[in-house]
């Protein structure tokens, strides 16, 4: 039975930095809150004030001495811990609410009252299910929390609908493809070296090229969801006036739910794949020589 204590011992603290880890949190972060708690300061600032009136330091060595007993047992409290978490969620809220609302600010005005009007339906909604029976009111709490997590994926789509559009506007194909062409021409005709480098800059046309169709065929995608999430709420909304199933109501927006999810998904990954296939830094294109460099440049005309 000794022998295997130390293994039971490890994976018990293993167990328990598991835990602590799912929280996001370790003991060292429970001692820090400890120590940052107000009523801790309010104590210590008794204690020096005490000190302070009585001409004497055996306050502040009583202080220190309780102190090193309040940061040795409050951090292993239970309820001490919840409470360090409640304050941790409710940090992380107020910063997901403020990256939010900077992304609502800067979406264009068309697309600002796109997300506006949604909310006001999903406020019908909520409306109208609130006036169900007790019994109903579970799946009504769970249709809310599905509410606000569309209606934050629809401002996020927006704003990348957005991001798309004007990187879209910025770029004309055309002008890129007509460059292309030009370069491939002229190959034959270059220097070794120069065409060396034009063979790079073609590769880096080409991917600018592919990378615009797969952003306009995206943002083709993430409008059509967009649409699809203000369709379905609406027609949750007139569900709601004649008190559909709050159960099936659930079903519905957990299907959009997952849309939305795959589409940001899709989003992601496709960033990912672009930014893995994103051009070598500059300072790795072999340099021209000094003549090389004062050959003119030539252009394709817009």
């Known amino acids: 039975m000794p022998e295997n204590m ?7 603290k293993s167990a328990v930095a598991h835990k602590l880890d799912e929280a996001g949190l370790t003991q060292n ?15 210590l600032a008794g204690a020096a004030a005490f000190a302070v009136v009585s001409g004497t330091g055996l306050p502040l060595v009583l202080a220190a001495g309780l102190e090193m007993m309040y940061l040795a047992l409050v951090p292993q409290s239970s309820r001490f811990r919840r ?3 409640s304050w941790k969620y409710a940090r992380e809220k107020r910063e997901h609410q403020k990256r939010l609302d900077d992304v609502y600010r ?10 506006a009007a949604l909310e006001q339906v999903a406020q019908a909604i909520r409306a109208n299910y609130s006036q169900l029976s007790y019994g109903s009111q579970v799946f009504a709490a769970q249709m809310d929390n599905k509410l606000a997590g569309l209606l934050e994926g629809h401002i996020r789509l927006l704003h990348t609908s957005h991001t798309h559009r004007e990187y879209l506007k910025s770029l004309n194909p055309g002008q890129v493809r007509g460059e292309v062409e030009y370069l491939e021409k002229s190959l034959e005709k270059e220097p070794p070296k120069v065409g060396e480098i034009n063979r790079r800059r073609i590769e880096i046309l080409k991917k600018r090229i592919d990378k615009f169709d797969k952003i ?7 409008d059509a969801q967009c649409a699809a999430v203000e369709d379905v709420l609406q027609l949750i909304r007139d569900q709601s006036v004649t008190m559909r199933d709050p159960q099936e109501v659930s079903a519905q927006l957990d299907h959009l739910v997952e849309d939305v999810e795959q589409t940001e998904r899709s989003v992601r990954e496709m960033e990912e794949i672009y930014a893995l296939a994103a051009p070598d830094s500059v300072d790795e294109l072999p340099l021209p020589t000094d003549a090389e460099r004062l050959r003119p440049r030539h252009r394709v005309p817009n």
């Open 29 to 43: 972060d429970y001692i820090k809150a400890a120590l940052k708690w107000q009523y801790n300061w309010i104590g």
């Open 106 to 115: 800067n979406l264009p005005p068309e697309m600002r009252s796109r997300s």
């Open 216 to 222: 306009r065929e995206n943002s083709q995608v993430i």
């Open 6 to 12: 130390p293994s039971f011992g490890s994976e018990l």
């Open 83 to 85: 409470l360090v978490r």
